[in-house]
């Protein structure tokens, strides 16, 4: 049994506030700081159990009277392209790729900006200016690309930004931070396709997994993540096959929620982050 604190780990609790994704509840999330020498392999450890990145800190809902939002995830290997998605990937063949180091761009934040106002206006990233914007993209403490879509012009010899993906490299997958694309290219489906694209780099580099972030049953604005099949969500401490997306219903605690100690003490974490062994 090991007794002392992770080195350089600290889980933390945030206070309620309302949810963003289901009326009348509220939420709460156990994060936990990314820094030193130990980011990356604290990412790719935290990532398998459910927890997502955002900036310098890893969270995960840890809701008193709710377990909806599930960190999702595509299993590579067993993914089919369904008809709609084999016609997203005709529909955007004409797209260039181009993944680079996160370096925020003013191209960048001019669509990040549009997309934003005509789709997630009430939002709370809405009001984010430039510097704001630039230290999502750039204050990563781990191995991160900024991934741009962009669409020949047909007069001149340069491109139109059509899409942008801030993407994290981990030891078993890809992770997609956050995406935004053009708003009048709604019916192109860029966010589809930007999943499928990430599907077909990751089976390029032997990587089993692509995490979409979390998935709540029933909420509009995170159902096009079941269309994906292959997928599995993070419940009751494990990864779970998605059959059937429309049948699932998560478990609501009939207890109250787990402790936060004994919640911190349900993680794994490797060897090498803890300052001694038994």
């Not at 999330?29 to 030193?36: I, P, T």
């Not at 459910?50 to 009277?65: E, I, K, T, W």
């Not at 960190?71 to 016609?87: E, G, H, P």
């Not at 942008?164 to 694309?181: E, K, N, P």
Request: charged fraction near 20%; include cysteine.
């Amino acid at each position: 049994m090991r007794h002392s604190l992770p080195l350089a780990t600290q889980f933390y609790v945030t206070a309620n506030q309302p949810c963003p994704y289901l009326d009348g509840m509220m939420e709460r999330k156990l994060f936990a700081s990314l820094h030193g020498d130990h980011a990356n392999i604290l990412n790719n450890a935290l990532s398998k159990q459910g927890f997502r990145r955002s900036q310098n800190v890893l969270y995960r809902p840890s809701c008193a009277d709710c377990n909806a939002c599930m960190s999702a995830r595509i299993r590579v290997a067993d993914f089919q392209l369904s008809k709609s998605q084999k016609r997203v990937l005709r529909k955007n063949a004409h797209l260039l790729r181009d993944a680079s180091a996160p370096w925020a761009t003013e191209h960048q934040y001019d669509l990040f900006s549009r997309y934003l106002n005509a789709r997630h206006s009430d939002g709370g990233m809405a009001d984010m200016d430039m510097f704001e914007f630039a230290s999502m993209v750039e204050e990563t403490p781990v191995r991160s690309r900024i991934v741009e879509y962009s669409t020949p012009h047909s007069l001149y010899e340069r491109t139109e930004l059509s899409a942008v993906c801030l993407t994290d490299l981990l030891d078993d997958g890809l992770s997609l931070v956050y995406s935004f694309f053009d708003p009048d290219l709604q019916k192109n489906s860029l966010g589809t396709y930007m999943i499928l694209d990430h599907i077909q780099i990751a089976k390029e580099a032997g990587l089993p997994y692509i995490y979409l972030g979390y998935w709540v049953p029933g909420s509009p604005k995170m159902g096009y993540k079941a269309s994906f099949n292959g997928l599995e969500v993070y419940t009751k401490g494990q990864w779970t096959a998605l059959d059937n997306p429309n049948d699932f219903k998560p478990d609501k605690p009939s207890m109250g929620p787990m402790p936060i100690p004994e919640q911190v003490a349900a993680i794994t974490l490797p060897d090498l982050l803890w300052t001694d062994k038994p």
